[in-house]
């Protein structure tokens, strides 16, 4: 009797993980370079003893194993900003922080006091020989090539450092639209970027709603078979008392 409550429990723990997941894919449907989630179920099996069967019988219980990251491209969006980058196919910029190099597809960048190419957080948007990109002050004709070349008025001046990883499900949330992973990464051979124009999430928020409410059905249906299970063992404990006071 208790297994089938113990199964339908860790149905509801899958769907209420289920459930957070979606909502954040909601709450991000207009991050630029967001990248939808969603969650990765198996069986848990587990022997459980109980009066009838002392030896124990394989029990199936739901779990939850992993948060599956969809890598497909979002949308682009023409913003002509000048340090608005978006990378077609694959590809992450190289971003420098105090805890180590950091991985994003987010190319809203901006120039610091300094004249250094940084991200929205501040942090410094790193070329391919791991230094910072910095124009001088009277620099102010900014191109983007295709392949990544920063250039101005006054020549060439950097190139984004674009990788890649052999799995992209490695990557891990480090915040501030960054990835970190103990993965190497290997530069992208023909990177493929637009200058002015930014990846909007690839979350779709219509299927997310459905998604949404489709738990939210499963959820009360669990509910509603725990609730009857109870009823029911509520109905048997007079019965059976009853009939132990006979005996």
Not at 29 to 52: C, G, H, I, L, R
Not at 159 to 188: C, H, M, S, W
Not at 205 to 212: L, Q, Y
């Amino acid at each position: 009797m208790e297994n089938s409550t113990y199964v339908a429990l860790s149905r509801q723990a899958g769907l209420w993980r289920q459930m957070e997941v979606v909502a954040n894919n909601m709450a991000n449907a207009n991050t630029p370079a967001y990248k939808a989630e969603q969650v990765m179920f198996t069986d848990y099996v587990a022997k459980m003893k109980s009066a009838d069967t002392p030896f124990g019988q394989n029990v199936s219980f739901v779990r939850d194993l992993a948060t599956i990251r969809d890598t497909r491209e979002g949308p682009m969006t023409m913003t002509n900003a000048p340090l608005d980058v978006a990378i077609h196919g694959e590809g992450y910029f190289t971003i420098d922080t105090p805890t180590g190099q950091r991985y994003s597809r987010e190319g809203h960048f901006r120039l610091d006091e300094n004249g250094m190419v940084v991200t929205s957080s501040g942090y410094p948007v790193l070329q391919q020989n791991d230094t910072p990109i910095i124009l001088a002050p009277n620099e102010s004709q900014i191109t983007i090539a295709g392949d990544g070349t920063v250039s101005t008025e006054n020549g060439i001046i950097g190139k984004f450092k674009i990788v890649k990883f052999d799995n992209e499900q490695d990557l891990r949330k480090a915040g501030d639209g960054t990835y970190q992973t103990t993965a190497n990464p290997t530069a992208v051979d023909v990177p493929n970027l637009s200058q002015g124009m930014l990846e909007e999430s690839n979350v779709q928020p219509i299927v997310e709603m459905t998604h949404m409410m489709t738990i939210m059905r499963n959820y009360e249906g669990v509910q509603l078979m725990l609730q009857n299970e109870y009823d029911r063992q509520m109905k048997a404990m007079p019965i059976l008392s009853q009939s132990q006071q006979t005996a």
